[in-house]
């Protein structure tokens, strides 16, 4: 067997991933933007590949952990019992393969379902379940696994609870006043400055993370400081734009009014979407590339690393395949957390964008493990409960919670029959590879 061809079939499997990735996960960042009719799916398709391509692209991590997450130890495969070097090196192709595969078909069913489900998680229970075959349960990290579960918990409670209030502020303070248009012009700018103070922060702390130890001036303070002035910059302009476009507007009927006081909200809906989907590009898809580039690296030397170079050509592989994703399958995951859960405008869009990238970044900065697409979820449940009970489908709710709960041990358990069907026909066949063909 090749190496070309070991890297060929690898390179198959990333790309899959990497367009279930975009079918599903890329779809939630652009959701609120859609569901607000702020942009149609086809601009949304196009400003989120953008976004996303230059997000896994330029920033991507040039440098990943061998198994995703830490899950399972490689090193535990090379102290089993009469295992060889070159045989942990098969046993660790065989399972980052069939983990991609593994996770691409759940991705992929969930997508074709329209649920919205972590993609992180789906790694995370494919990579679980090999190594539970591969080794036994010891070769599991459970604490991480149960950080985890705790995620299921954190991130839709926090993101739900920040775009509650975010929201129930914007209503009463804007929505809600006898004359929407006046009280717009006064706290527009605040939240301008807001919006634009957790874009800027998400974007150099989540989008720039990989390459930020090479910029000295985006590190420290002085992230802070670039954050306040660009913040302030957006909102002095925002205060005279809103007053421009609101100008004589107040003497409209209550209804005319928070229409336009609506198109005001709908450029911050776009920004901060299109902030989640370049983050959203330069982390997750380590997802697709990670396991694909520990497949090149062994069939290349030989040997398991703990951490491994990703070359250009996997992140542009893997930036490729989101981008397809999202334009052949994104729409219906879009139309699911747009639509189904709760009825979004412009300005419930950007309390939610705001409560999930805001969440997202916080959790992020204490290295605690959260799900953007849950996240974002919980926030759009939120908005919907600012209005009661009735303002959100709890049938649409259930589903998306039952898909979220599933998602780890479905990803584990096809993982696990795929594993034990590889190390069976094809074990053989790989080690006799790695063993004298692999460049030293």
């Known amino acids: 067997m090749d190496i070309v061809i ?19 996960d890329v779809a939630n960042s652009m959701a609120d933007a859609v569901g607000s009719r702020a942009l149609s799916i086809k601009k949304a398709v196009i400003l989120a590949g953008l976004c996303e391509f230059a997000g896994a692209v330029l920033v991507g991590a040039h440098v990943t952990d ?114 929407p248009v006046v009280a717009a012009k006064k706290y527009i700018p605040y939240i301008v400055f807001l919006v634009f103070a957790v874009v800027t922060l998400a974007t150099i702390y989540k989008g720039l993370k990989h390459v930020i130890g090479e910029i000295e001036w985006l590190s420290g303070y002085m992230s802070f400081v670039i954050t306040g002035i660009i913040s302030i910059t957006a909102a002095v302009i925002s205060r005279k734009l809103a007053n421009s476009y609101l100008h004589g507007k107040e003497k409209l009927r209550i209804s005319q009014q928070l229409e336009e006081v ?55 592989l893997g930036g490729t395949g989101i981008v397809i994703g999202l334009a052949t399958y994104g729409y219906r995951v879009m139309d699911t957390v747009g639509t189904k859960i709760t009825e979004i405008t412009p300005s419930r869009g950007v309390a939610a964008d705001i409560a999930a990238t805001t969440v997202v970044l916080i959790c992020t900065r204490m290295k605690l493990p959260i799900s953007t697409t849950h996240t974002l979820v919980g926030a759009i449940l939120g908005i919907g409960l600012a209005r009661g009970l009735g303002g959100i489908d709890r049938t649409v709710t259930k589903k998306i919670f039952g898909s979220w709960f599933i998602t780890v041990p479905a990803a584990a358990i096809i993982s696990m029959i795929l594993f034990y069907l590889g190390e069976k026909f094809l074990f053989e066949t790989v080690r006799d590879f790695i063993a004298g063909h692999h460049i030293t």
């Open 6 to 24: 070991i890297i060929g079939l690898a390179a198959i499997l990333g790309l899959y991933m990497a367009w279930n990735i975009g079918a599903n």
């Open 262 to 316: 609506e198109k005001v909200f709908t450029p911050l809906v776009i920004i901060s979407s299109c902030s989640v989907a370049f983050a959203h590009g330069a982390n997750d898809v380590a997802n697709a590339v990670g396991p694909l580039a520990a497949i090149v690296n062994i069939a290349e030397t030989g040997n398991i690393a703990m951490k491994v170079g990703v070359p250009f050509w996997v992140l542009a």
């Open 66 to 179: 061998t198994v995703r997450k830490g899950i399972v130890d490689p090193s535990i495969l090379s102290a089993l019992p009469g295992i060889s070097p070159t045989d942990a090196a098969a046993l660790m192709v065989i399972g980052m393969t069939v983990s991609l595969f593994s996770a691409a078909i759940w991705l992929n069913y969930s997508s074709w379902a329209g649920m919205p489900v972590s993609t992180t998680h789906s790694i995370v229970g494919a990579v679980a379940g090999f190594g539970i075959i591969a080794a036994g349960h010891d070769a599991v990290n459970w604490g991480k696994m149960g950080q985890i579960v705790a995620s299921w918990f954190i991130s839709p409670v926090a993101g739900g609870i920040m775009a509650f209030v975010l929201f129930k502020f914007i209503s009463r303070v804007i929505l809600g006043h006898n004359r």
